[in-house]
T-cell receptor, first 112, second 113 residues
Framework: AQSVAQPEDQVNVAEGNPLTVKCTYSVSGNPYLFWYVQYPNRGLQFLLKYITGDNLVKGSYGFEAEFNKSQTSFHLKKPSALVSDSALYFCAVSPGRRALTFGSGTRLQVQP | DTAVSQTPKYLVTQMGNDKSIKCEQNLGHDTMYWYKQDSKKFLKIMFSYNNKELIINETVPNRFSPKSPDKAHLNLHINSLELGDSAVYFC????????????FGPGTRLLVL
């Protein structure tokens, strides 16, 4: 069975500093990997995805993620955090079946 | 022009009642989903329909019954509501093939008293 782990419940970073939100996965076969963001009282918004190809994926709002097959990781990164990036971030995997298996979410808090 | 819409946005009801949540997508997608997000923000798949056929049915009480009248709609009916059903329910859709990118609705916040 597939699974996704987000080891940090919360990540705190100062505005302007780089941020990383960690994600590791376990799946048989080739993974389809996603990051979604959820702002308070809102639905999930797609940020970026990895299907095949270049291991470094660029997405919305300046975010990027690096697929590392040997470490089974797909960490989300941004070179310079904004206060408006504060939200709940979900990593997800879609292996053989279509539905997404989500991680437990990481709350990103960017301090001014 | 909302891609995936859900009604109602908020639903407050008493234990034992029966309620429905509706979902519609105007993206022309083949597959639709229901997810449940609990109070700790865990998101879990409940059901998935592809072209009106049920393809995923997770371990969900049979008080929950999805219905897909056509591929643009996936409704969720819940019988005999319980306190533990309080959660946010998200509908999503995706194209059958390709990247499996899912588009989510705004969520329905269900509170059972």
């Amino acid at each position: 069975a597939q699974s996704v782990a987000q080891p940090e419940d919360q990540v705190n970073v100062a505005e302007g500093n780089p941020l990383t939100v960690k994600c590791t996965y376990s799946v048989s076969g080739n993974p389809y990997l996603f990051w979604y963001v959820q702002y308070p009282n809102r639905g999930l918004q797609f940020l970026l995805k990895y299907i095949t190809g270049d291991n470094l994926v660029k997405g919305s709002y300046g975010f990027e993620a690096e697929f590392n097959k040997s470490q089974t990781s797909f960490h989300l990164k941004k070179p310079s955090a904004l206060v408006s990036d504060s939200a709940l971030y979900f990593c997800a995997v879609s292996p053989g079946r279509r539905a997404l298996t989500f991680g437990s979410g990481t709350r990103l808090q960017v301090q001014p | 022009d909302t891609a995936v819409s859900q009604t109602p946005k908020y639903l407050v009801t008493q234990m034992g009642n029966d309620k429905s949540i509706k979902c519609e997508q105007n993206l022309g997608h083949d597959t639709m989903y229901w997810y449940k997000q609990d109070s700790k923000k865990f998101l879990k798949i409940m059901f998935s329909y592809n072209n009106k056929e049920l393809i995923i049915n997770e371990t969900v009480p049979n008080r929950f019954s999805p219905k897909s009248p056509d591929k643009a709609h996936l409704n969720l009916h819940i019988n005999s509501l319980e306190l533990g059903d309080s959660a946010v329910y998200f509908c999503a859709s995706s194209q059958d093939s390709g990247t499996r990118l899912q588009y989510f609705g705004p969520g329905t916040r269900l509170l059972v008293l």
